[in-house]
């Protein structure tokens, strides 16, 4: 649960609106990585030539670079507002 005198401190609905996009954003890439490595992974259990994963392996290594990503940009930007807000 969260806590209700979370939403009293100042400037916190456009934050959380923004953490709540880059949490949606972060799942579709979740969902992105299962898909394309599941498919190299089927690929190469079937026997097909090496070269069918490429592409699958290649989205989903993006994918998961951008999800990283979205997690460092995440911190970064709201670090500073935690440390001045709450401590």
Same mark, same amino acid.
């Given at each position: 649960?969260?806590?209700?005198?979370?939403?009293?401190?100042?400037?916190?609905?456009?934050?959380? /609106? &923004?953490?709540?996009? $880059?949490? =949606? #954003?972060?799942?579709?890439?979740?969902?992105?990585?299962?898909?394309?490595?599941? +498919?190299?992974?089927?690929?190469?259990?079937?026997?097909?030539?090496?070269?069918? /994963? &490429?592409?699958?392996? $290649?989205? =989903? #290594?993006?994918?998961?670079l951008?999800?990283?990503?979205?997690?460092?940009?995440? +911190?970064?930007?709201?670090?500073?507002?935690?440390?001045?807000?709450?401590?």
């Amino acid at each position: 649960m969260i806590d209700s005198r979370l939403f009293k401190l100042p400037g916190i609905m456009g934050r959380a /609106i &923004v953490i709540a996009v $880059l949490m =949606f #954003i972060q799942a579709i890439m979740v969902v992105i990585q299962a898909r394309f490595l599941s +498919q190299a992974v089927v690929n190469l259990w079937n026997l097909k030539p090496v070269g069918t /994963i &490429v592409t699958p392996t $290649l989205i =989903f #290594i993006v994918s998961f670079l951008a999800r990283h990503l979205l997690g460092v940009f995440q +911190q970064r930007t709201f670090y500073p507002f935690v440390e001045k807000n709450v401590w």
